[in-house]
Nanobody, 119 residues
Framework: QVHLVESGGDLVQAGGSLRLSCAAS????????MGWYRQAPGKQRELVAR???????VYTDPVQGRFTISMDNAKNTAYLKMNSLKPEDTAVYYC?????????????WGQGTTVTVSS
């Protein structure tokens, strides 16, 4: 069993910054990749950023240049540094990880952390 716990969501003014954290715990042999998704009210969940175990990253266009994803392999923790936040970044942010646990890879999700950006 693998658990993901997010933290760092908050209310912030436009132009501000936040750092989200996602800690994976449980039976973890390796992590293939970790990522952040977000879901705004009335919209579908979308990928924000993803990083693999080798450090390769992918970002969605609206956050390119403003957000930075990183991962501490020793701590099984991913981070999302968000700068120059905009009201349209307001959403629940979910952590996702593909983890090799027991004898197979599994796809795991956290419960989400809320980011609210006021104008």
């Amino acid at each position: 069993q693998v658990h993901l716990v997010e933290s760092g969501g908050d209310l912030v003014q436009a132009g501000g910054s936040l750092r989200l954290s996602c800690a994976a715990s449980g039976i973890i042999f390796s992590i293939n990749h970790m990522g952040w998704y977000r879901q705004a009210p009335g919209k579908q969940r979308e990928l924000v950023a993803r990083i693999n175990s080798e450090g390769s990253t992918v970002y969605t266009d609206p956050v390119q240049g403003r957000f930075t994803i990183s991962m501490d392999n020793a701590k099984n923790t991913a981070y999302l540094k968000m700068n120059s936040l905009k009201p349209e970044d307001t959403a629940v942010y979910y952590c996702n990880a593909q983890v090799f646990s027991d004898d197979s890879y599994g796809d795991y999700w956290g419960q989400g952390t809320t980011v609210t950006v006021s104008s």
